[in-house]
Nanobody, 126 residues
Framework: QVQLVESGGGLVQPGGSLRLSCAVSGFTLDYYAVGWFRQAPGKKREGVSCINNRDLKKYYADSVKGRFTVSRGKNTVYLQMNSLEPEDTGVYYC?????????????????????WGQGTQVTVSS
């Protein structure tokens, strides 16, 4: 049974850091792409980052480049978030897919992914 479980969210002050984890089970991470998405109240779910373990490519939204870093362990994908801003507030989800569609924007499209975690809340506030 495929399962993705996020953890590591919480309340942090602006400028602070958090590391999110996405623990996967039921599939071999080596062959999958895992994306991170976030959704703020009243807004669409947006792609934040992705690691494609087939070719080890990493993708980032412009709004987080230089601040967020995606990486992986054996069965876990991490999202290190530094210099956090209030605009980073939202529920963060990880999602998995065996093969990303062949388009530039596929990594950031929620429709590209077949498996989702339950989400973890990140709140950036003073």
């Amino acid at each position: 049974q495929v399962q993705l479980v996020e953890s590591g969210g919480g309340l942090v002050q602006p400028g602070g850091s958090l590391r999110l984890s996405c623990a996967v089970s039921g599939f071999t991470l080596d062959y999958y792409a895992v994306g991170w998405f976030r959704q703020a109240p009243g807004k669409k779910r947006e792609g934040v980052s992705c690691i494609n373990n087939r070719d080890l490519k990493k993708y980032y939204a412009d709004s987080v480049k230089g601040r967020f870093t995606v990486s992986r362990g054996k069965n876990t994908v991490y999202l290190q978030m530094n210099s956090l801003e209030p605009e980073d507030t939202g529920v963060y989800y990880c999602a998995g897919v065996l093969t990303l569609p062949d388009s530039v924007s596929a990594w950031s499209d929620p429709m590209s992914y077949g498996f989702w975690g339950q989400g973890t809340q990140v709140t950036v506030s003073s």
